[in-house]
């Protein structure tokens, strides 16, 4: 039952972020404060879903995926990447960022979405560009022994 109420929560969440983009007149980007960086790929936010309406949820990075922290499958090496990745979000990402193209994440009580910072960059070219995530389009996660 409690994994039914969150997996409505977060489709209502989904839901509400995806008709604020919509909604939004020429940007669809819906304005987010970022209260926390879980890993490299994981952001917990507070979305601005419409005015006096706001969701806290875990947004995972649009395209990439990063080194896991927890319980990585490749030992320490993989968990020193996570961290590295982590520490460089957490450098970059700054308070605010938009989201974009929010859709629903095959885990409960987080959504996908593409993330630019305030400056305009975007969160998984950075990560790419750096060395700290590969490319992930869904299905198999890569490797990271």
Same mark, same amino acid.
């Given at each position: 039952?409690?994994?039914?109420?969150?997996?409505?929560?977060c489709?209502?969440?989904?839901?509400?972020?995806?008709?604020?983009?919509n909604?939004?007149?020429?940007e669809?980007?819906?304005?987010? &404060?970022?209260t926390?960086v879980?890993d490299g +790929?994981t !952001?917990?936010?507070e979305?601005?879903v419409?005015?006096? $309406? @706001?969701?806290?949820?875990n947004?995972?990075?649009?395209?990439?995926?990063?080194p896991e922290?927890?319980?990585?499958?490749?030992?320490e090496?993989? &968990?020193?990447r996570?961290l590295?990745?982590? +520490?460089? !979000?957490?450098?970059?990402?700054?308070?605010q960022?938009? $989201? @974009?193209?929010?859709?629903h994440g095959k885990?409960?009580?987080?959504v996908v979405?593409?993330?630019l910072?305030?400056?305009?960059?975007?969160l998984a070219?950075l990560?790419l560009a750096?060395?700290?995530?590969?490319?992930?389009r869904?299905?198999r996660?890569?490797?990271?022994?």
């Open positions: 039952m409690r994994y039914q109420t969150r997996f409505i929560t489709g209502i969440i989904t839901l509400a972020l995806a008709l604020a983009a909604a939004a007149a020429f669809q980007r819906v304005p987010a &404060r970022v926390r879980l +790929d !952001v917990k936010v979305a601005r419409w005015p006096g $309406l @706001i969701a806290q949820t947004v995972r990075v649009r395209g990439v995926d990063t922290i927890r319980r990585p499958k490749c030992g090496y993989e &968990r020193r996570g590295a990745a982590r +520490d460089f !979000v957490r450098g970059v990402i700054g308070e960022v938009w $989201l @974009i193209n929010v859709t885990f409960g009580r987080r979405a593409s993330v910072l305030a400056d305009g960059r975007d070219t990560l750096t060395g700290h995530a590969l490319p992930y869904g299905g996660r890569p490797k990271w022994c």
